[in-house]
């Protein structure tokens, strides 16, 4: 990870590798070309205030995600600025948004590879900026390289350049509480959200079911948390028909891992219920060829609670959060579910397996009764459960449905002011009818048009009764597949970790919805 600090020196005299700068995308009413943003002022000044016009001529508008280099000015210690877009300036009055400055910090930390240090002076108002800021650079410098050489061929640069070594934010106030604060609990967050990139990224051979309960005991036992594995004998033992059916057709067996964070201060008790597909072949109803090389993602939605769990425990947050990670590997043998065979899922409900490439839903299911149990405050279920999700919301927004009206609101806001995008979805009550089953008492797949909305349908059958719940489907945003864009790599993305955890921080508050 990217050291942090925070510093008040000024720019010309810094010894470091670069000098980040923030540029707006000036408005045709009022400057048609870039404009150098707050923060920049002592690098404008060393180009005696045509700054903006240099870069003008170099190419640069401001538009979000554009980076621009030049050498720094006479009098500057640093040999090199980096101008990176903040895309529309913002009313006179108003500040650059959070997510704004994340993004371009995002985009300079990743262009910033190789180098040993740099100093962000990008525009810093409050601590909140200075946060965002630091998540950025932080979620922005983040590289999966466990599999690459670190020998020869990488200090050749065959297999890319390190990461950002230091990052020092300037304007910021080091001996401030609210500025401290506010770079901790970034480094918290982005810390556990590159740890779930790194679960999503890793190869299929080396993270079964097994392997992953025990990288979330070893995360548990370091961070104080709690931790249940049930294993095969154990989930047998306690009828967890879902997460064995899908299992059984692998040699890894399935897992369910309870992570518990518990507050003495805490009056609100929030569950969050992962589906941890560690690898999605579709078992016997396979998938066709084409759509196989990524399914090592398909545990993502675990990965993000998991995350979420150990980042509340980190930040000492004011409310006892629990984890509930349905583990399992998804695989066609002799021994694996069939279509049409008839699972007697931990509730005590029958469902009737008509697909089994519709395998999210059931480990969900019993990972959801499971945690209902315990009667939270609250339930949030997090999954890329569905092809359909992505038709409709494309590849950067998740989806949000619930049981209550207010809850969903809730959870849309918290992943707005997270910086994550998403939209609210309905559950339409005519669509539960086609999951009926002439032999169970529900089936696994209903009518094909509105999939991800029968996929929800399907999760709240096993809901317990009056607890307010909400379902999370990350298959578009969890895993990309194209080129890196503002803070966001290529690979495992860590989708809905920040959600969850300002999800956790508004229960802490007492604000559910």
Known sequence: ????????????????????????????????????APGAEAVDQAFD??????????GASGAEGEVTKLPAPSGFKAPLVVAVGLGAQPDKDAGYDAESLRRAAGVAARALAGSRKAAFALPLTDAADAGAVAEGVLLGAYSFDAYKDTGASARNGKNGKAPLAEAALLGGKPRDKAFKAAVERATAVAEELNRARDLINTPPNDLNPEAFAAVAQAAAKEHGIKVQVLDEKALTKG??????????????????????????????HLALVGKGITYDSGGISLKPAGHNETMKCDMSGAAAVFAAVVAAARLG??????????LAENMPSGSATRPGDVLRMFSGKTVEVLNTDAEGRLVLADALWAASQEKPDAIVDVATLTGAMMLALGNRTFGIMANDDAFRSAVHEAAEEAGEPSWPMPLPEHLRKGMDSATADIANMGERMGGGLVAGLFLREFVGEGITWAHLDIAGPAFNEGGPFGYTPKGGTGSAVRTLVRLAERAAAGDLG
Do not use: C, F
């Open 239 to 268: 009828g967890y028909g879902g997460i064995l059916g899908v299992g059984a057709g692998s040699a890894s067996g399935p897992r369910l891992v309870k992570l518990s964070y518990t507050s003495s201060k805490a009056k609100k």
């Open 49 to 58: 205030g045509r700054l903006a016009g240099v870069l003008e001529t170099l």
């Open 1 to 36: 990870m990217t050291a942090l600090t925070l510093s008040t020196a000024a720019a010309p005299g810094l010894r470091v590798d670069a000098i980040v700068i923030g540029v707006a995308k000036g408005s045709a009413a009022k400057t048609a070309g870039p404009v150098v």
């Open 317 to 326: 947050l004011e409310v006892n959060v629990t984890g509930w990670l349905a």
